[in-house]
């Protein structure tokens, strides 16, 4: 029991909450007009629409004795403003995202393509990215490893 | 296995100041933080318990108890205090986000006896937070 005390073996995840607004429309040139519409329905609206998009993202690593910080929020917000918010912010993601000129915009491709562009950061390693498209809409990624994440933590559970 | 979390609010006030550095430097690092008087929060914490619910009770913990704790090891020792005079377990640390979450943690999991601490929640602020769990739990995604 001694050993579960040990502060050594936590782990803790620093998380910044962000916002942008932006536009999208969803469509793919892989499927007909009918199908787009059947598919994605209001959200085929040819004009588009908006969402106020809220990004969260998490770092982890050692914390700094002499800082009580995993990153200084400094530098997380500096790099996410230049990485993600001025690509993202009150832009149309289809018109001014070249990656989004092939894929569609959806919140789960933008979660993996906003992981993508912070996955770089240097102070500290990140962790994961939560997009809220809406108050009652939310996606998460954690890059190609997540999904092997439930496997390996229900095998651990069972080893204890 | 069940999730059950408890949230409480508490207001502290705290700066970020390391006498091991200098005045500039400190002004460098922590920036408006490191007010030499101070300055203020609403924290909320969310306290999350993992188990199995008691077939009798159906409950992993009965909130009543995790309330009694967190009322007894968080509130009274944080709620209207200044986090660097006034909390020991904080003596000598910046009381930044992660370093309170993981003094949350060490106060919180050894006086939960029925179920095991899952996970800790911190937030400064709605937009910034820490999570402490142990390392190779799920952490702050539960079970999934």
Known sequence: MAARTNSEELKI????????????????????????RLV???????????????LEVSVSGPVDPATG???????????????????????SLNEDVAAFQEKVPTTENLCIDIYERLKNFS?????????????????????????????????????? | MVLITRRIEFSASHVY??????????RRIFGKCNNPHGHGHNYTLEVTVAGEPDPVTGMVLDLK??????EREVMQRMDHRHLNHEVPELAGQIPTCENIARVIWNLL????????????????????????????????????
């Open chain 1, 13 to 36: 995840e620093l998380w910044r909450r962000y916002h942008f607004s932006a536009s999208h429309r969803l469509h793919t040139a892989h499927l007909s007009e009918e199908e787009n």
């Open chain 1, 40 to 54: 994605f329905g209001k959200c085929n609206n040819p004009f588009g629409h908006g969402h106020n998009y809220v």
């Open chain 1, 69 to 91: 910080m995993i990153a200084n929020l400094a530098d997380l917000d500096g790099f996410v403003e230049k990485a993600v918010l001025k690509v993202f912010d009150h832009k």
């Open chain 1, 123 to 160: 102070h500290a390693k990140l962790e994961r990215v939560r997009i809220e498209e809406t108050r009652n809409n939310s996606f998460e990624y954690a890059g190609e490893e997540f999904a092997r994440v439930p496997v390996a933590t229900a095998a651990k559970k069972e080893q204890r």
């Open chain 2, 17 to 26: 100041h390391n006498p091991q550095l200098s005045a500039e430097e400190n």
């Open chain 2, 65 to 70: 108890e995790l309330k009694g704790i967190l």
């Open chain 2, 109 to 144: 999991e050894p006086k939960i006896k029925q179920g095991a601490l899952h996970h800790v929640r911190l937030y400064e602020s709605p937009d910034l937070f820490a999570d402490c769990f142990r390392n190779g739990s799920a952490g702050s995604r539960g079970s999934i």
